[in-house]
């Protein structure tokens, strides 16, 4: 069981780097919404106290609408597939639609052999062709509406 917290970009830019760029750069997962008070950073501790898991949904539009951004979604390699990721997903929702409604949709360019670790969480793909997503790979815009 993990604990999941509110944390600052800056707790979880290492665990980002090393699971996300693991060749560097390090600047390639730094993103220029981190800072903004809005953007909301999630990082799942094991009971030892180890960071093993992270998300951040950032502030952001779709269709000229308000949106969060989910962004740089990383689970230490060890703690992959036991289930917390599905456990920030669902942190990271409860707390945009606390937001009250302000943000109608949440979306992500997820990497394509991933899409359906999303699909399964009411993720779907929208108008946009696949696209390469620079070291990230083929990759595609999934979305789902903040209800
Ligand atoms: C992709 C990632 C975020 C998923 O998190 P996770 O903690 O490993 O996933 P979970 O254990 O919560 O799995 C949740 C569900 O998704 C499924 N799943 C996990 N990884 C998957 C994958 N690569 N493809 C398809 N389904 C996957 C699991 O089988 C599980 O299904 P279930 O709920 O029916 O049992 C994580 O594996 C990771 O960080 N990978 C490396 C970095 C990365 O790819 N980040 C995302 C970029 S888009």
């Not at 060749?23 to 953007?39: A, N, W």
């Not at 929702?93 to 606390?98: M, N, V």
């Not at 991933?114 to 979305?143: M, V, W």
């Amino acid at each position: 069981m993990v604990q999941i917290k509110r944390v600052d970009a800056k707790d979880i830019v290492p665990l980002r780097a090393r699971i996300l760029r693991p060749e560097g750069p390090v600047h390639e997962v730094l993103f220029v919404e981190d800072l903004m008070p809005e953007s909301i950073h999630l990082a799942a501790y094991c009971p030892e106290g180890n960071l093993v898991g992270c998300v951040s949904a950032l502030p952001s539009e779709h269709d000229g609408k308000p949106a969060m951004w989910l962004r740089a979604m990383a689970i230490d390699t060890v703690h992959q597939g036991t289930g917390i990721g599905h456990s920030l997903l669902l942190e990271v929702e409860k707390r945009i639609k606390a937001c009250k409604g302000k943000f109608l949709h949440i979306w992500c360019n997820a990497r394509l052999n991933r899409k359906e670790f999303y699909t399964r969480h009411g993720f779907i793909e929208t108008q946009d062709p696949t696209f390469k997503n620079g070291k990230a790979g083929e990759s595609i815009k999934l979305i789902r509406r903040c209800l």
